[in-house]
């Protein structure tokens, strides 16, 4: 019985919340060998965290208007 927990996968364009900074993210890259994303920030900005690992991504959802 393995008692680690289950990483998800984000997926280019999901919008996430990123545990070591504020606000609200699109995902522009995955790289899955490394387990990292590259995340946009969407206040308008268009500031990008790269190598963020999937362990500090949440899945946020769509915000509609």
Not at 37 to 64: C, K
């Amino acid at each position: 019985m393995s008692t680690e927990s289950k990483v998800t996968i984000p997926k280019k364009g999901e919008h996430v919340r990123d545990t070591q900074h504020e606000g609200l993210f699109e995902v522009v890259f995955v790289n899955a060998l490394m387990q990292t994303a590259n995340i946009r920030l969407l206040d308008g900005t268009g500031h990008v965290v790269p190598n963020v690992p999937w362990t500090a991504l949440e899945a946020a959802g769509r915000s509609e208007p």
